[in-house]
């Protein structure tokens, strides 16, 4: 028998969140990376903290068509890491958002020890319905005389 060599490192380990939450007006919502999404006030700010000391990690908030929403972040590590996102302006009412915590270079996460970690996603939606479409422009025709 031939010797396979060293075992393969393990994959990618989940990301240990410890806390998830949509904050507005000084309440906070948990958000959940099951099953729908967390329904959420268009004017909230959102907090994420992971129980590892990560290299390299972003927050960042992904419209429904997965465009960046324009946001301020913070990032504080230390034993954990603590992530604060708060839109540029209030969210579309009605609508769909995802709040993803990913590698800054990468798309796996990084603790200071080098070990990887897969991204976790939360499913959003804000309270309300959405504005209605703006009416199309009307087509000018010919005059008759």
Request: glycine share 8%.
């Amino acid at each position: 028998m031939e010797d396979a060599g060293p075992p393969a490192p393990p994959g990618p380990a989940a990301l240990p969140v410890s806390l998830a939450e949509a904050v507005a007006a000084d309440a906070g919502v948990p958000m959940s990376r099951d099953g729908g999404p967390t329904l959420v006030d268009p004017a909230s700010s959102f907090r994420v903290e992971v129980a590892a000391r990560l290299a390299d990690a972003r927050l960042s908030l992904l419209d429904a068509q997965d465009a960046v929403v324009p946001a301020d972040g913070t990032a504080e590590v230390a034993g954990s890491s603590r992530f604060a996102l708060a839109p540029a302006a209030r969210l579309r009412p009605g609508s769909a958002y995802t709040l993803r915590l990913d590698g800054a270079l990468g798309r796996e996460v990084h603790d200071a020890q080098g070990r990887a970690f897969l991204p976790a996603s939360f499913a959003l939606r804000t309270a309300g319905d959405p504005p209605a479409p703006a009416p199309a422009p009307r087509k000018r025709g010919k005059r008759r005389r």
